[in-house]
């Protein structure tokens, strides 16, 4: 049961132009959601989060966008750059999955092309 | 401050093997937790710690163990080693008692292979 979907598994941007990475999630109850960061030979390292009761989070070139009804987030990263190619993660805690459990997406390989 | 520290960073096992993970979490967190990282699953909950006792679990087999000690440093065990348990092992810790999201920081990692 994958509460928490990432449906693609890689993506490929132009330097300069903004990134688009999609997050899905079945359980109504999540309180929160985070967006992880991940370079080859790291732990990942968070990025952003929101509340479930707000639908926007802005933190320099990184937003992430929540939809309840449709039980969907998207994080937008404007402008990209090279550094910013890695594997992000989306994950979700809270509400019924207990104390410091986070339910993390598969992941999306992010490719900054020159 | 120091982060999160794994121990080992990469090792090599055989098939019935056990082998034991180490994580020493950020000075002051007291909730260690415990993922596999396997390609194509993202990480997936093993178990959380928090005050030496195990507070939540994920669904892996009962192969799969852990503890905390009282200075918060965590292990997590392993018995009767399978392939399929060659993944990268990631320990993060928190804070708990601050509001709002529960962000974990983690350590680097011990990438486990089974042969």
């Known amino acids: 049961d994958q509460q928490v979907k990432q449906n693609s598994p890689s993506l490929s941007v132009q330097e300069g132009r903004i990134s688009i990475l999609n997050c899905d999630y079945t359980n109504s109850m999540f309180d929160y959601f985070l967006w992880y960061k991940k370079y080859p030979a790291e732990g990942p390292t968070f990025l952003i989060s929101i509340s479930s009761i707000k639908d926007k989070n802005e933190d320099g070139r990184f937003t992430v966008f929540l939809n309840k009804s449709a039980k969907h987030l998207s994080l937008h990263i404007v402008p990209s750059q090279p550094g910013d190619s890695a594997v992000y993660f989306c994950?979700?805690?809270?509400?019924?999955?207990?104390?410091?459990?986070?339910?993390f997406g598969q992941g999306t390989r992010l490719t900054i092309n020159p | 401050k120091a982060g999160v520290t794994q121990t080992p960073r990469y090792l090599i096992k055989t098939r019935g093997q056990q082998v034991t993970l180490s994580c020493s979490p950020i000075s002051g967190h007291r909730s260690v937790s415990w993922y596999q990282q396997t390609p194509g699953q993202g990480l997936q909950f093993l178990f959380e710690y928090f005050s030496e006792t195990q507070r939540n679990k994920g669904n892996f087999p009962g192969r799969f163990s852990g503890r905390q000690f009282s200075n918060s440093r965590s292990e997590m065990n392993v018995s009767t080693l399978e392939l399929g348990d060659s993944a990268l092992y990631l320990c993060a810790s928190s804070r708990p008692g601050d509001s709002g999201a529960n962000v974990l920081t983690f350590g680097a990692g011990s990438r486990l292979t089974v042969l």
């Open positions: 994950a979700a805690g809270g509400g019924t999955q207990g104390a410091q459990k986070l339910v």
